[in-house]
Each structure stands twice: as C-alpha cells, then as structure tokens.
C-alpha cells in the first residue's frame, strides 16, 4: 500500500476518532472542527447544516459513542466510507446500533468530513435514518449548506 495512502487513512481515522470522543465528552467545538465548512449531518429525515449542530447535539442524548474501524474509498483529495457506531446511553444504558455513511474532503486543514448519514438497525430488523416525527429533535435550517 503507498505510504501516501496509509497517511491519509490513518488521519481519517484520527478525524473520526475525534467525532466520536467529542460527542461522547459532549464537546460541540470538536465535533463541529471535523467538518469541512459546507459539511452536514443527516438523521431524523433531515439534513443539518453546520450552523446547526449545537442545537442538535445539545438535543441529542448523551453517553458513549463506540465507533469501529471505517471502510475508506479514497481518491485524490475525496473520498466516501462506512463505519459501524454502538451508542450507549449514559442514564440508561439502553443502545443504539447501526452505520455512518460518510463522504470526505481533504483541505487545507487536512481531511475533513463533508457528510455524514445515520442508519439505524431496529429491534425490527428494520433499518432507517430515525423518526422524523420526534417532537423533541430541532428543526434544520431551511438550507442545508448554511
């Protein structure tokens, strides 16, 4: 494997490294420097914008974000991935389980993610990106690139 390609996947890893502790340490700063300035969040059938994630992980229940190794697809200066998260609630201990389907730039602050999609699995067997109807989660912005 090109030692260029390691370094990119090892930073990427980093980059999301950083996402998961930083939602587990409730750290909005931190979440929101792993996006690229364009970047959205898509759950909930919405997309969130970047200026709209302090609300939504203020909104969002805290605890522990378990995330595994990610499946990377890099070209040049983008890319797209997967990585499984294990979501345990801290007041509950009650799970959740699924993915992130992710896309990635490289700037000039280094790799970033421009997107990121949740999928939930369900006790169902049923896989979906959350229930819109939530009354407690913040509405997006109208535009979702800010």
Do not use: N
Request: with cysteine; aromatic share 8%.
């Amino acid at each position: 494997m090109d030692e260029a390609l390691v370094a990119d996947i090892i930073e990427i890893e980093q980059l999301l490294a950083r996402y998961a502790t930083g939602m587990t340490q409730d750290d909005i700063e931190t979440v929101m420097d792993v996006f690229t300035p364009d970047g959205t969040y898509s759950a909930f059938g919405a997309t969130y914008a970047l200026a709209d994630f302090p609300a939504l992980v203020e909104a969002a229940p805290k605890g522990l974000f378990l995330t595994g190794t990610p499946v990377l697809d890099l070209h040049g200066d983008s890319g797209t991935g997967h990585q499984t998260l294990c979501f345990v609630a801290q007041l509950t201990h009650e799970m959740r389980i699924g993915w992130y389907t992710d896309s990635f730039r490289r700037t000039e602050h280094g790799w970033r993610l421009q997107t990121r999609a949740m999928t939930f699995l369900r006790r169902s067997g049923a896989r979906d990106s959350g229930r819109p109807h939530d009354p407690t989660r913040p509405q997006p912005s109208p535009d979702p690139a800010g």
